[in-house]
């Protein structure tokens, strides 16, 4: 008998997409129900088996189990961030804790970890290769971290933690997901739109008739790729504090999307979570399973660049100041909504460089293909547009991603503009991972991003930041498609946190090459490629505002990594705590810092990044090291140093612990010098 729910039927799409046309919220919850059941009879085979445990039938058993479960998750998530609705968020507040509560039953399952726990006991004579053990290993890691070992009332109590965490986390997201979609600064005059260039202006209205506001009127939301080009070039000082004000206050108003009682929750549950597997504090549970291993290896990381960073955005602020006494202004105080404006002087004064000059050289369309280009130089692939594959909205492009043997590696899905029902950030998830383990799983990647769409029949313009993340994200992406391994759980990106954004901020590298450049930074209009005037500019102010950047990325770190080493049995005010852990490192308020507590997704919409931030500097020492081997090879798309790249990185997912990942592709550890050269920092 064939299922009435679409989720339920078999996935006959392209590449086994579901058929997202036929999906509705209101078919999650019974295809969860079905899953979830059939997931609960796979694992209970395993466990029971008569047989006694050996890899195949307890290891990678467990690994192929839940696959229909999985699917659905993906999908689901993916759902719930880029194609959001108030219907597909009640489901996703009403399945919080009955899908945590299931994680809870396969993890505390005492027969099953009992067969793990023998094999891991006995895993040096049971004549595994280097994958099957790892895998054996980061199963039973899972389990042990996940509260195998409790019992009795610790284990009930571990259970419940985690179910109310799952809800508070959803609920987190929604609420800042709310707090953005809301807002709109609508700009109804030239004298409200003063100052600002062109791509400003019909960036501003495309978002009004997204909105279905009327003619004539310019809307800023909280969008980065919006927000942060008016508080650039806005020259009216009262509307930028406006929207700077609504941008870092998201989450702390009171009503219903207040996370200010939320994170208190969380980080009071997390600390009794880490207690209860035997830490002092979350910080050092969350960090005795990634390279840095400590408290300790995290701080000496952050305070090696916290000071030459503070002294940096000291020597920019200068420079902003003389920019403003020039302009006349020199008499108001600068503020957190300024910085951008009078930095954006400075680039034009002092380093004749303007945004409004750069931007026309990096329509979205041509920056696509720059990555494609550069993935096919690096790794022989070849990216095939399929625009009859369609997706959860049309903004969603696909491709089929074929080696140099003309081979399917996998599908890539491409979903690049902001809008209101879409969260904020930019991200890579996967709706399929690889894998060879029972039958052979070609990847589906997909890529997020949240750029201001161009006006109708205009393209989308980026900026260099922009083509940055475009860059960034697609490495991450690469790791997902050019994964080469028999296990789902070790396939892709499924790493270590801090190894995780080497691949991705690796291949940001590129993106500023000369050569990549000239190839591809052509003017939408007349089609030159970009000058090599305009290069050396760019080169010349390359280090310009890293100091802010830097302090405003570590500030973050700190705060994050100072909240979660919390040892009293109850949180504290996160507003409080962040205001007096910034004053004591002696952030300057005129910079500010990347993400507040309140609306600190990375944090606090799941626990992936919790004490975790730092992971950002961490991987960039390594990506800064990492291309140095093209740079010492002579040439950036050097053939034996990317085949190194893949055969030793890309491809390996997390086969080998990251350190012998690394040094396989490097021949040695990392060193620090090149990623404080990069953010001229030295």
């Not at 307890?58 to 961030?81: E, I, K, M, P, W």
């Not at 404006?341 to 979205?364: G, H, M, T």
Request: charged residues 25%; aromatic residues 10%.
């Amino acid at each position: 008998m064939t299922s009435a729910n679409p989720l339920l039927r078999a996935w006959t799409g392209p590449h086994g997409l579901p058929p997202f046309d036929a999906i509705s919220a209101a078919d999650f919850p019974a295809a969860f129900e079905q899953a979830l059941a059939e997931h609960r009879a796979e694992l209970a085979a395993i466990a029971g088996a008569a047989q006694p445990p050996d890899f195949e039938n307890t290891v990678a058993a467990f690994d192929r189990s839940g696959r229909r479960l999985t699917a659905l998750q993906h999908l689901f998530y993916t759902l719930c961030a880029s194609a959001s609705s108030p219907e597909l968020q009640s489901v996703q507040r009403q399945m919080a804790a009955p899908l945590a509560a299931h994680d809870n039953a396969v993890y505390m399952d005492e027969v099953l970890f009992a067969r793990l726990e023998q094999l891991h006991e006995r895993r040096a004579q049971l004549g595994l290769d280097g994958q099957q053990l790892r895998l054996l290993e980061r199963i039973h890691l899972d389990f042990v971290r996940a509260g195998a070992r409790l019992q009795g009332e610790a284990r009930q109590r571990y259970a419940r933690i985690m179910e109310r965490l799952a809800e508070l986390n959803t609920q987190f997201a929604q609420n800042v997901l709310a707090d953005e979609s809301g807002y709109q600064l609508v700009l109804r005059s030239d004298e409200e739109l003063a100052g600002l260039p062109g791509f400003v202006r019909a960036a501003a209205r495309q978002a009004a008739l997204d909105r279905g506001l009327g003619d004539g009127l310019h809307v800023v939301t909280l969008s980065r790729s919006l927000i942060v080009p008016f508080l650039s070039f806005s020259e009216r000082r009262d509307l930028r504090q406006q929207a700077y004000e609504a941008w870092v206050s998201r989450g702390e108003h009171a009503g219903a999307s207040d996370n200010r009682g939320l994170v208190r929750e969380i980080l009071t549950l997390r600390r009794e979570q880490a207690a209860l597997h035997g830490h002092d504090c979350y910080a050092d549970y969350a960090l005795a399973d990634t390279m840095a291993g400590r408290q300790s290896a995290v701080r000496a990381l952050l305070d090696q660049v916290w000071g030459p960073a503070k002294a940096a955005a000291s020597r920019e602020r200068s420079m902003l100041e003389e920019v403003k006494a020039a302009l006349g202004q020199g008499g108001v105080e600068l503020q957190a909504w300024d910085w951008r404006y009078y930095a954006e002087k400075v680039r034009q004064q002092r380093f004749a460089l303007d945004e409004a000059e750069i931007k026309p050289y990096f329509p979205l369309d041509r920056m696509v293909q720059a990555l494609f280009d550069c993935a096919g130089r690096l790794f022989g692939l070849r990216f095939e547009h399929r625009p009859e594959i369609r997706a959860y909205h049309p903004d969603v492009q696909a491709y089929e991603v074929l080696d140099g043997h003309g081979r399917l590696r996998g599908l890539f899905l491409q979903d690049n503009f902001a809008r209101p029902n879409k969260r904020s950030g930019a991200w890579m998830n996967a709706l399929r991972w690889q894998s060879r383990n029972g039958a052979e799983a070609l990847p589906i990647i997909l890529n997020n991003n949240n750029f201001a769409k161009g006006a109708p029949g205009e393209p989308t313009l980026l900026s260099f930041d922009d083509t940055r993340t475009l860059f960034h994200e697609f490495g991450h992406g690469l790791h997902g498609l050019l994964s080469d391994v028999d296990y789902e759980r070790l396939s892709g990106t499924q790493v270590l946190r801090d190894f995780v954004e080497l691949p991705s901020q690796l291949f940001e590298h590129w993106m500023a090459e000369p050569e990549v450049l000239k190839r591809h930074a052509r003017h939408h209009l007349s089609g030159e490629p970009i000058s090599d005037a305009l290069l050396a500019k760019l080169k010349a102010a390359e280090t310009f505002n890293q100091g802010y950047e830097t302090v405003r990325y570590c500030a973050s770190a700190l705060v994050d990594l100072a909240i979660h080493a919390q040892t009293s049995a109850q949180a504290p005010d996160p507003v409080a705590f962040e205001a007096q852990t910034l004053a004591e490192a002696g952030l300057p308020p005129a910079v500010g810092m990347n993400h507040r507590l309140v609306h600190f997704q990375h944090l606090f919409s799941g626990s992936s990044y919790a004490a975790g931030y730092y992971v950002y500097l961490w991987a960039e020492v390594l990506d800064c090291d990492a291309y140095e081997a093209f740079v010492e090879a002579g040439d950036p798309f050097d053939a034996a140093t990317a085949a190194s790249l893949l055969r030793h990185v890309l491809a390996v997912g997390n086969s080998r612990e990251p350190g012998q990942t690394y040094r396989a592709f490097r021949g040695r550890d990392a060193r620090v010098e090149p990623m404080l050269k990069g953010r001229g920092l030295l």
